[in-house]
């Protein structure tokens, strides 16, 4: 099984903050990989598909990058409404989650 | 509107058997091949299973193999999930998901292996 490896778990920082989240694939994934958002008590949102393919309706402040192994999701100016759990997710082949970031405002 | 609403989730003794199912609307249910992902109680995602559009290709997860069934009737626009031999370590809020990409989740239903 491929295995993700998210980094940090827990992250804090201020609104208006660049953030960056990553993704690490113990193999190559062929950039298969999509980024949702969970907020306490709701579904997974996909924010971000095949890597760098930002959802519609998901803000411009959200994007994505990375090739074979290693990924990053980047928030532009954090806003209070990005507070949430972040996973990313390898469907290249035996589908995995990473364990998520959880983003809190400092 | 795609939407995807789960059902039959319960409180079920360890050992028993269950059976989930995922009405789908929105969209053209037999193009998609589907998901079921579950999150336990203050946990992370996993993959269940993966169910192609023509039900040729089934996937499963190690943890659920042999004990998991996926299923779906297309007439229906529903997914199916049967579950047999159940454990504590089943408990857990299941999802259905669109796609391979995953793109599209229901709200999900709520399974409790407990004696």
């Known amino acids: 099984d491929i295995q993700m490896t998210q980094s940090p778990s827990l992250l804090s920082a201020s609104v208006g903050d660049r953030v960056t989240l990553n993704c690490k694939a113990s193999q190559n994934i062929n950039k298969n990989l999509n980024w949702y958002q969970q907020k306490l008590g709701e579904a997974p949102k996909l924010l971000i598909y095949?890597?760098?393919n930002l959802q519609t309706g998901i803000p411009s402040r959200f994007s994505g990058s990375g090739s074979g192994t290693d990924y990053t999701l980047t928030i532009s100016s954090l806003q209070p409404e990005d507070v949430a759990t972040y996973f990313c997710?390898?469907?290249?082949?035996?589908?995995?989650f990473g364990a998520g970031t959880k983003l809190e405002l400092k | 509107e795609v939407q995807l609403v789960e059902s039959g989730g319960g409180l079920v003794q360890p050992g028993r058997s269950l059976k989930l199912s995922c009405v789908a609307s929105?969209?053209?249910?037999?193009?998609?091949?589907m998901n079921w992902i579950r999150q336990a109680p203050g946990k992370g995602l996993e993959w269940v299973a993966y169910i192609s559009s023509g039900s040729s290709y089934i996937y499963y997860a190690e943890t659920v193999k042999g004990r998991f069934t996926i299923s779906r009737d297309n007439a229906k626009n529903t997914l199916y999930l049967q579950m047999t031999s159940l454990r504590s370590e089943d408990t857990a809020l299941y999802y259905c998901a669109r796609g391979a990409t995953v793109a599209t989740w229901g709200q999900g239903v709520m399974v409790t292996v407990s004696s």
């Open positions: 929105g969209f053209t249910f037999s193009n998609y091949g």
């Open positions: 997710f390898q469907y290249n082949s035996g589908p995995t």
């Open positions: 095949y890597t760098n």
